[in-house]
């Protein structure tokens, strides 16, 4: 079975400083790992996928396969950073139907 | 183009109650999702609809039953329900394998 964990319900930071949102997963195959933001008042939406390899309001994540790790970063947090956070994981090949972590609450304070 | 809508966005049953929650696609999408999320939770996905049949279902009773239309919005229909259905549901459509964009979901409340 696909599990995806967030250790942390909450994160607070201050601005400026650095960020890292945790996430593993446990899947037997080969996953494909997304990272999903909600601001307030706004839908959930995508972030980033790890087979896009790119950056994306300044977040990076990168697939470790040997910890089972999709782990979000940021060097420099901003206040508009602050928002929840899903880790979500869906098998390749199949169709995207990702099984998402409970989320991590982002804050950063000014 | 408004993205995913979902209709209605609050609702309010009792115990044994039916209900039904609709969604309009994204323009050009033809894939529906429906994810249940409870509070404190992340999204838990209930189905998936392409060419007006279910694909794919995750562990929820038959209860939960959905429907895709000629248009490709959907309905998701629970019955009797129960306490533990109040969440929010989440509606995702797609196009493909392209990545989901949500709808802004409908609140249930169950009393």
């Known amino acids: 079975a696909q599990r995806v964990t967030q250790p942390e319900k909450l994160l607070s930071v201050f601005k400026g400083a650095p960020v890292e949102l945790k996430c593993n997963y446990s899947y037997s195959g080969s996953p494909e790992l997304f990272w999903y933001v909600q601001y307030s008042r706004q839908r959930l939406q995508l972030l980033l996928r790890h087979i896009s390899r790119e950056s994306i309001k300044g977040f990076t994540a990168d697939l470790n396969k040997g910890e089972t790790s999709f782990h979000l970063k940021k060097p420099f947090a901003q206040e508009e950073d602050s928002a929840m956070y899903y880790c979500a994981l869906s098998g390749s090949g199949g169709s995207y139907i990702p099984t998402f972590g409970r989320g991590t609450s982002l804050i950063v304070h000014p | 183009d408004a993205g995913v809508t979902q209709s209605p966005t609050h609702l309010i049953k009792t115990r044994g109650q039916q209900v039904t929650l609709r969604c309009s696609p994204k323009s050009g999408h033809d894939t529906v999702s429906w994810y249940q999320q409870a509070l404190g939770q992340g999204p838990q996905f209930i189905f998936q609809y392409y060419e007006e049949e279910e694909r794919q279902r995750g562990n929820f009773p038959d209860r939960f039953s959905g429907h895709q239309f000629p248009n490709y919005s959907s309905e998701l229909n629970v019955n009797a329900l129960l306490l533990g259905d109040s969440a929010l549901y989440l509606c995702?459509?797609?196009?493909?394998?392209?990545?989901?964009?949500f709808g802004d979901g409908t609140r249930l409340s169950i009393l």
């Open positions: 995702a459509s797609s196009a493909s394998r392209q990545p989901q964009h």
